[in-house]
């Protein structure tokens, strides 16, 4: 495996040296920056739209940093290794490959993912105001906001007239009722912006926009979409319409997840701070990136490492039962509110890829009519219930998402 330095970012070995196959139509390149990740797809934008290329670069600023690619539908590429200490070599680096890869003069447009949007609905083109917007907002979500707009700059100097479109996870939960915005502090802080956004957008509407496409009668009814990953949410969403979602001012509320506490009692904080003597960026950082699965567990923040030490690891086994049944409580609340359920999708990481997961949430769920078939379950297969369309698995794609929501913009 090639390491690349940081200290220079133009790749120097001939891994991925050949230059993709010129497109025939022009292209839109999506780009998904995450808090240690950075995935990309460019999609020609024909009559239909076609993959041509997609990969990422993870484990930004830890080891083993690596860039993996592939051409349309092969396998991956071997990884091409890099020494990216910080989000703005490894965005540095991603750029410079990408131009060793690709015409740029092909690419009408760049989408993003924009994990915070504040009140925007629906996507935008990025302009000098968005982006000072943008800034602006950074205190909202210090952990995403800043690498995003460092992609959007970074691409802005070297292709100053390309086309940038902002595609917001908020969007899709813009129009939730004002009920499920509030939070229960004095009011003079909604005005400023303190409510309940909700995040994964791009992946619930990715879910239902396939679930019309599948079951355009299941589209319109109530459903409830769980994008269980690292990060781990549940959308409750009636006639094609977010109701209500676990993620609220944060990405950090909710259900448990990898490394991130969920819903916690916010006594918590001045208890910790009285007796641990825990400062305010202590508790954020201990929230965020200490607890969840990996706080629980005491050993690991990844699904498949406790699923396969349960039997042997109490703490792993407590750890993936937690994650397990506040899943099946937000469920049953989500029924509660929808007025029943129709379909339940699950998706993601953990929701499309483990079964024992799966299996455990829905188990007890019968008064609901969910009731799975355990060997379309053990396959992860599109439909895992035993009565057609009530239960299923939806592989997600943020990126796609991107490219569609581009299109339109663009009106292309």
Same mark, same amino acid.
């Given at each position: 495996?090639? !390491? ?17 196959? &010129? ?7 999506? $780009? ?9 797809? /460019? %999609?020609?934008?024909?009559? !239909? ?14 080891? +083993? ?26 965005? +540095?680096?991603?750029?410079? =490959? ?6 740029? !003069? ?5 989408? #993003? ?6 009140? #925007? ?17 950074? &205190? ?8 995003? $707009?460092?992609?959007? *700059?970074?691409?802005?100097?070297? #292709? ?18 004002? /009920?499920?915005?509030?939070?229960? @502090? &004095? ?9 309940? %956004? ?11 926009? *396939? ?12 459903? $409830?979409?769980?994008? /269980? ?48 003597? @825990? ?13 969840? /699965? ?30 397990? %049944?506040?899943?099946?409580? =937000? ?20 929701? *499309? ?12 769920? +019968? ?30 794609? *943020? ?14």
């Amino acid at each position: 495996m090639t !390491t690349i330095s940081s200290k220079s970012h133009r790749p120097k070995s001939n891994l991925f040296a050949r230059k993709a196959h &010129p497109p025939t139509h022009p292209c839109i390149l999506a $780009i998904n920056g995450g808090s240690s990740s950075i995935r990309f797809a /460019l %999609y020609q934008a024909g009559r !239909t739209l076609r993959r041509c290329l997609d990969g990422k670069i993870d484990r930004i600023g830890l080891s +083993g940093t690596n860039l993996t690619a592939r051409e349309a539908d092969s396998k991956p590429q071997a990884a091409l290794a890099l020494s990216a200490h910080d989000h703005r070599t490894a965005v +540095g680096f991603l750029l410079d =490959w990408l131009e060793t890869q690709l015409d740029f !003069t092909s690419i009408v447009a760049v989408g #993003h993912r924009v994990v915070h949007g504040m009140n #925007h609905s629906s996507p935008v083109r990025i302009t000098p105001t968005l982006l000072k917007e943008l800034h602006r907002s950074t &205190p909202y979500d210090p952990d995403h906001l800043p690498r995003e $707009i460092e992609l959007i *700059e970074s691409i802005r100097r070297r #292709h100053p007239k390309l086309l940038q479109i902002a595609c917001f996870d908020t969007s899709f939960h813009r129009g939730m009722p004002r /009920l499920s915005k509030l939070l229960p @502090i &004095p009011r003079r802080y909604f005005s400023r912006g303190i409510e309940r %956004y909700g995040f994964h957008g791009l992946s619930y509407s990715f879910l239902m926009e *396939e679930l019309h496409r599948i079951d355009p009668s299941a589209g319109k009814g109530r459903v $409830i979409l769980a994008h /269980l990953g690292n990060g781990a949410s549940l959308a409750a969403v009636r006639n094609g319409k977010s109701i209500d979602t676990s993620m609220g001012f944060t990405p950090a509320a909710g259900l448990v997840m990898s490394t991130r506490s969920g819903d916690l009692d916010p006594g918590l904080l001045s208890f910790l701070a009285r007796n641990e003597r @825990i400062t305010p960026a202590q508790f954020d950082r201990m929230v965020n990136h200490e607890s969840g /699965l990996l706080g629980v567990s005491g050993t690991s923040s990844d699904m498949r490492d406790l699923c396969a030490n349960a039997a042997s690891d109490v703490r792993a086994a407590e750890a993936v039962a937690l994650f397990c %049944y506040q899943a099946k409580k =937000w469920i049953g609340s989500y029924s509660a509110v929808l007025g029943g359920l129709d379909t339940l999708v699950f998706a993601g990481g953990i929701g *499309e890829n483990a079964p024992s997961v799966r299996k455990n949430i829905c188990h007890g769920l +019968g008064f609901l009519g969910i009731k799975i078939d355990l060997r379309r379950n053990a396959e992860n297969a599109p439909l895992i219930s035993s009565e057609a369309g009530r239960v299923r698995v939806i592989r997600t794609d *943020e990126e796609l998402m991107i490219v569609r929501s581009v299109r339109r913009v663009i009106g292309q």
